[in-house]
C-alpha cells in the first residue's frame, strides 16, 4: 500500500515539476497578476510561506558557500549574471523582479 503512494508522489512530483517548466511564463505573468490585483494577500503569502524559511537557507548557503569555495568563485559570479540574464532578471517561484520589487535574486537554490 505504502509503495502505490509513494509512487503517486514522485509521478506527481514529476508531473509538477514538467508542467512549471514548461508554463513558467504563463505562471510568473499569472502570479505577477495576482500581485496586482492582490497585493495584501501576496504580502501575506511572502510572510507566511517565503519569508519564512529565507533566513533557514540564507544560513545554509553561508555555511556551504565556506565549506566549498572553489565553487563559488569567478565562474559561479559569471554563470549566476548568464542564469539571472537568462530569466530576464525575475524569480522562477515568486514572479519578484529585481527592477520592480528591488530585490536580491539567488540561483543556487535546489528547489524553488
Not at 519569508?51 to 559561479?76: C, I, M, S, V
Not at 519578484?96 to 530585490?103: A, G, I, L
Request: hydrophobic share 25%; charged share 45%.
Amino acid at each position: 500500500m505504502e509503495d502505490k503512494k509513494s509512487i503517486a508522489l514522485i509521478k506527481h512530483r514529476e508531473y509538477s515539476k514538467k508542467y512549471r517548466f514548461k508554463n513558467k511564463d504563463k505562471i510568473a505573468a499569472y502570479r505577477k497578476k495576482y500581485k496586482k490585483a492582490n497585493p495584501e494577500k501576496f504580502k501575506a503569502y511572502q510572510k507566511k510561506y517565503v519569508l519564512k524559511n529565507q533566513e533557514r537557507l540564507r544560513a545554509y548557503w553561508k555555511k556551504y558557500r565556506k565549506e566549498h569555495p572553489e565553487k563559488y568563485g569567478l565562474k559561479f559570479k559569471r554563470l549566476r549574471f548568464e542564469i539571472l540574464e537568462r530569466d530576464n532578471f525575475t524569480c522562477q517561484y515568486c514572479g519578484r523582479n529585481v527592477k520592480e520589487d528591488n530585490v536580491k535574486l539567488e540561483v543556487d537554490h535546489i528547489l524553488p
